[in-house]
């Protein structure tokens, strides 16, 4: 016996089911977070290119500044996030097992999370402890 439904054309199955409603946040903070990183990252290349000759201790010490933490910090919570975003979207498109597609979501967003954490607490431990 076969349904009406399958008679259907896939312009009329799709009609039906509506927006997601998370397109446009998800477009919005992708540019907002390719916006942030490309001046950061410009700004890191330039410091980077002017203090790679610093021996170690020194380069802790430049490190611990607060600015130059704070910034290192920025870009590597934007970029993690900005990556996080861009791989959600490709799993989402193209994994098409559910297990599959929620295990690596998990991942990626546990990464995107765990990335910037362990920056933030490696920063603030060169910050207060430095070299001890």
Known sequence: MTTLKNFHTPMKRAKGL???KDGTG????QRVSSILIA????MIVV???QNHQLPYPEMIHTIGNPWI???LFLFVASVSYHAALGLQVIIEDYVHNHFWRYWLLIKTRLVGYILPAVTLFLLIQIMFLGMK
């Open 47 to 49: 410091w980077l290119s």
């Open 26 to 29: 998800h477009w919005i903070a």
């Open 18 to 20: 509506g927006s997601a």
């Open 39 to 42: 001046p950061l990252g410009l």
């Open 69 to 71: 933490a704070s910034l």
